[in-house]
């Protein structure tokens, strides 16, 4: 009897540490087995997936190039002066 007991203790605590760790690592679990699902779907094109990214590409709108504003110390300003007489 001792051993089934044993058996029974040692099964509870293996199904609530398995519990606990599905909790604690939800977020990153999920995305896992979607990047799986995804790998194993043989329909899946990744040129249609929408992107959630939301970084821009230039995080400064008001940049301007070397183009607009010259400038004699930076070593592509005589460049820059090449291509607007073009």
Do not use: Y
């Not at 959630?52 to 504003?69: G, S, V």
């Not at 110390?73 to 607007?84: C, L």
């Amino acid at each position: 009897m001792g051993a089934i007991t044993t058996a029974v203790i040692a099964i509870g605590a293996v199904v609530a540490g398995w519990i606990t760790i599905e909790i604690a690592c939800k977020p990153c679990l999920e995305k896992g087995r979607e990047a799986i699902d995804r790998s194993l779907n043989p329909d899946f094109d990744p040129d249609d997936e929408v992107s959630d990214i939301r970084a821009p590409l230039n995080p400064n709108p008001n940049f301007t190039p070397d183009l607009d504003h010259t400038n004699p110390n930076h070593s592509s300003s005589t460049t820059s002066e090449v291509i607007k007489a073009v």
